[in-house]
């Protein structure tokens, strides 16, 4: 079993950054592939950035130049680094992990973008 666990969350304000993390942990081979998605109130949960362990990465168009997804395998670690924040990135933001074939989430971190 692979326990998902994100942190870094918190209240910024406009203009701020942040950075997320998300820790694997379990019995499990190395990460294939992460991806970090997030859900605003009243809408459906979307995707922000995916990596892959071999390095190619990809973006929400809302996020790109602004958001930047890495990771370190020896970690079991996935950051997402969040800068230029604005009131709209506001939202709880899940990790999903990639390891042999199966998917995994984390229960989710907050991210509020407020003055």
């Known amino acids: 079993q692979v326990q998902v666990v994100e942190s870094g969350g918190g209240l910024v304000q406009p203009g701020g950054s942040l950075r997320l993390s998300c820790y694997a942990s379990g019995s499990m081979n190395s990460i294939s592939a992460a991806a970090w998605y997030r859900q605003a109130p009243g809408k459906q949960r979307e995707l922000v950035a995916g990596?892959?362990?071999?390095?190619?990465?990809n973006y929400a168009d809302s996020v790109k130049g602004r958001f930047t997804i890495s990771g370190d395998n020896a970690k079991n670690t996935v950051y997402l680094q969040m800068n230029s924040l604005k009131p709209e990135d506001t939202a709880v933001y899940y990790c999903?992990?990639?390891?042999?074939?199966?998917?995994?989430w984390g229960r989710g971190t907050q991210v509020t973008v407020s003055s």
């Open positions: 990596y892959s362990r071999y390095g190619s990465t």
């Open positions: 999903n992990i990639l390891v042999s074939g199966v998917n995994y």
